[in-house]
T-cell receptor, first 115, second 111 residues
Framework: SAVISQKPSRDICQRGTSLTIQCQVDSQVTMMFWYRQQPGQSLTLIAT?????????ESGFVIDKFPISRPNLTFSTLTVSNMSPEDSSIYLCSVEGGQGGYEQYFGPGTRLTVT | EDKVVQSPLSLVVHEGDTVTLNCSYEVTNFRSLLWYKQEKKAPTFLFMLTSSGIEKKSGRLSSILDKKELFSILNITATQTGDSAVYLCAVVTSGTYKYIFGTGTRLKVLA
């Protein structure tokens, strides 16, 4: 399975500011995924990031609010822009792997609190 | 609309008990079903199921899929306090290639 790191692990931010979350994988992967998990909720996919193309956003998520970069096959960033308290969540990146190819492996997550 | 529903939402048991967690789904173009354990932030992979009736087993954990009735169960025998976590079920669809997560079952095992 891939080893995934995320930075920062947590942050407290003021409303109206932006935060960029980094995700680094120890092997080359085609697709990287960004999820949000609001308090007490399950995981919601924000977008899928392929290297060399624009990210694909899920319904309810837009590029202006959550711009994503994917400069190479081992790295991606997610920016949470113009934050409000409703953006307080855990943000997780993940990649696929495993024998079946559809197992997702998750990074350690970034816990964001917006005040 | 594709959906994955888990039950119960939460469960409290004592060490040594056996628990069964349920995951039902309604999706178009089912590809596979995955179980995860989430203790702090990052979910960790447990099982992937693609075929009906074939049990996957790892230690005290086992899981099986019923594609006719559209559900899966995760069994944990001889529970330990270390099993306390949120257990997530996710369905992968083909075509649009989506992962749809259920709301999870929060399991607490008391010593």
């Amino acid at each position: 399975s891939a080893v995934i790191s995320q930075k920062p692990s947590r942050d407290i931010c003021q409303r109206g500011t932006s935060l960029t979350i980094q995700c680094q994988v120890d092997s080359q992967v085609t697709m990287m995924f960004w999820y949000r998990q609001q308090p007490g909720q399950s995981l919601t996919l924000i977008a899928t990031a392929n290297q060399g193309s624009e990210a694909t956003y899920e319904s309810g998520f837009v590029i202006d609010k959550f711009p994503i970069s994917r400069p190479n096959l081992t790295f991606s960033t997610l920016t949470v822009s113009n934050m409000s308290p409703e953006d307080s969540s855990i943000y997780l990146c993940s990649v696929e792997g495993g024998q079946g190819g559809y197992e997702q492996y998750f990074g350690p997550g970034t816990r964001l609190t917006v005040t | 609309e594709d959906k994955v529903v888990q039950s119960p939402l939460s469960l409290v048991v004592h060490e040594g008990d056996t628990v069964t967690l349920n995951c039902s789904y309604e999706v178009t173009n089912f590809r596979s079903l995955l179980w995860y354990k989430q203790e702090k932030k990052a979910p960790t992979f447990l099982f992937m199921l693609t075929s009906s009736g074939i049990e996957k087993k790892s230690g005290r954990l086992s899981s099986i899929l019923d594609k006719k009735e559209l559900f899966s169960i995760l069994n944990i025998t001889a529970t330990q306090t270390g099993d306390s976590a949120v257990y997530l079920c996710a369905v992968v669809t083909s075509g649009t290639y989506k992962y749809i997560f259920g709301t999870g079952t929060r399991l607490k095992v008391l010593a």
